[in-house]
């Protein structure tokens, strides 16, 4: 049973804020317990009974625990080492006075354990401050210096595309533009050919417009495109091939009239004449090269074929009456066309400003651009048009007047030149007194548009001709 009438009993003593509950000690309960080691003697408190004194150890006394309680700070280390006596008790006004000095000169806390002063924090804190601003600061310029440099690579980047896109916009409309004028030049301009050429020429899906040749054992297929634009050696071969097929016919033909050859003949007239079209009417430089070239070297040479040539093949070509009549006016409607073209291609060059020339100053460049361009134009579709109606009359006299016999005659008699029209029938109106050219075209007699009216008679011829009727003579006018 605890003896408990040594017991003294404490009220809860309140230390830095932190409550501590009273606690209870037995001498007889401390004289039993034999301890260890000295902390093992008691319950940790903050203060001791008023009564308790110990041999072992030296304790707070109370009054040394309320001068505790009325400071925030614990002592320090030097002072904790030395232990507290009863005798502490008799000053307690030193001791508080003591400790409100070491509290109000911050030489230590309950939290920092170095004896750091308000002014060091302050020092401390601006410096941090000061470092952190600076930081900052760095921070910001670096990041200003690369939105700078971001801005002016974009800003570069910009300017490029759009140079770029310019260029690309500027080659657009140049490849546009000469699109547009090979194909106004060569097609839309001109005419597109006669319904037999284009039965020749059949349209095949993704190759266009394609011709099929027949001199060979196995049927030749060749685009338009690619026949037109063969080099000039090689419309050399590809004509004298022809020629020779064709030499071969006429002699089995001569001998008899009804040889099967006849129908060989009429078909590979129809491809030499429709081959001369393709080239004439997609490769306008091609066909004026190879009307100038000597066919059996394959090269332009000066040679030419001489009008008594002409004049020796009229009789084998052994024209009827209706043959010649269409012919002869062929020929003067044909000429009447092209004066017509002359005085409006010479009235179109006078329009053209003396600016242009050098010889009037101050002329608004913008007026003047957009009348030489119209000039321009009007004198391109001029010319279109004066190469239209030469395909024209080429096709009318080659696959309209003459029969299938007759164009083989000319191809095998003048080889290995081409024959040309404009002298086949010049040398024919020679013979039958008919005017001369300059006076065909320079003939006023009839209004412009009479002239235009009367070619328009030869176009429409044209859209009689057919592949069935082609070898036979397709009469121009009445007699």
Known sequence: MRDTSTIASLPTSDFM???????????DMLSDFQPQHPSDLFVPTSTAPLDFVSDLFQLPSVTTSVQLELSTE????????????????????????????????????????GPVSETRKLEVNREAQRRFRQRQKAR??????????????????????????????????????????????????????DPAWHEQAQAHEGQGLTVTFTLWEQDCVVTVDELSKLPLPKMSKLYTAFVQKLAVCLLDVERNP????????NNWTAEATCFAVAVALYNPEGFRTFGQARLDVGQVLPD?????????????????????????????????KMGQLYRQRKDLRAQVPLACMGEVENICATDNYTLLSNLAEKLRQNAAEEYSVFVQS????FRGVQTSRQQAIMLVHAYP?????????SVLAEQHGEPSVQSLLSDTSKTELQHAADWQQAADYLNTITVATMHLHQPLSPA
Not at 17 to 27: C, D, I, R, T
């Open 417 to 425: 030149f081409v024959t040309h029209k404009d002298k086949l029938v």
């Open 17 to 27: 804020g932190v409550n501590f509950p009273s606690l209870e000690y037995s001498v």
């Open 140 to 193: 910001s310029r670096s990041i200003e210096t690369q939105l700078a440099e971001a801005t002016a690579q974009l800003r570069d980047m910009r300017t490029k595309q759009g140079q770029l896109e310019a260029r690309n916009q500027l080659l657009e409309k140049v490849a546009l533009l000469n699109k547009s004028a090979e194909s106004s030049s060569e097609h839309s301009l001109l005419w597109q050919g």
């Open 258 to 265: 009804d040889s099967p050859m006849c129908e060989q003949l």
């Open 394 to 397: 080429f096709c009318a006299i």
């Open 74 to 113: 614990l002592p320090d280390s030097a002072y904790a080492k030395q232990p507290f006596s009863s005798s502490s008790s008799g000053s307690p006004g030193k001791e508080r006075k003591g400790s409100r000095e070491r509290q109000s000169s911050g030489r230590w806390s309950t939290r920092d354990k």
């Open 304 to 336: 030419r074929m001489s009008d008594e040539s002409y004049r020796e093949l009229l009789p084998r070509m052994a024209y009827t009456e209706s043959q010649v009549h269409d012919l002869l006016h062929l020929r003067r409607l044909y000429y009447g």
